[in-house]
């Protein structure tokens, strides 16, 4: 099985994909992750990436593209995946659903989380209070959403073209908004 978690940063994809992969027994990608594992482990596509953030750039389509395909081709990914955000583009959505077609297979659920940009600012304000992050200075989450609604949406209208995007109402406790979650993947 193959779930897209898409939303703003704050709207609680981390925590509820963690919470899906674990009661579904699949991984979860986040793109971040993803490229960090591979510099760390120093991959060929992680040496190219390692080059591109260290220039301060933007790692491509393709190159995030071959860390997945990559990534899928492991015996964990063999069930499914848990995508944690990992399209942020159209370019990247329709290189996602190639990869998947390499496989015949599909996103089986795409699951929007719709929070409020008053509710992030909140929940990244209590995370920045606990966490101490810096790229969750109000001014900072300010751009990443504008960044988000400019790049990211239209990604979302991608999906909803062809069918098959879950809105989940992404305000609540953590255990009822994975009550909506549990509920969208089961078709119950």
Do not use: C
Request: hydrophobic fraction near 45%; charge should be negative.
């Amino acid at each position: 099985m193959y779930i897209l978690l898409l939303g703003p940063p704050g709207a609680g994809k981390g925590t509820q994909g963690a919470l899906l992969a674990e009661a579904l027994g699949l991984p979860k990608f986040a793109t971040g992750d993803l490229l960090r594992d591979a510099v760390r482990t120093g991959t060929p596509l992680g040496l190219q990436a390692k080059a591109v953030m260290e220039a301060g750039d933007l790692v491509s389509d393709d190159l995030i593209l071959g860390v997945i395909r990559d990534e899928l081709a492991k015996p964990a990914a063999a069930a499914g995946v848990i995508f944690d955000g990992v399209v942020r583009t159209i370019p990247q959505a329709e290189g996602m659903a190639a990869l998947l077609a390499e496989r015949d297979a599909r996103m089986d659920h795409v699951l929007f989380f719709e929070v409020s940009n008053e509710e992030i600012l909140d929940r990244l304000g209590r995370r920045r209070s606990l966490e101490g992050r810096a790229d969750d200075d109000p001014t900072a989450v300010e751009r990443r959403l504008v960044a988000y609604r400019d790049q990211t949406s239209p990604v979302l209208e991608w999906y909803r073209e062809r069918g098959g995007v879950t809105t989940i109402n992404a305000i609540g406790g953590v255990e009822e908004i994975f009550d909506r979650v549990r509920t969208a993947v089961s078709g119950s």
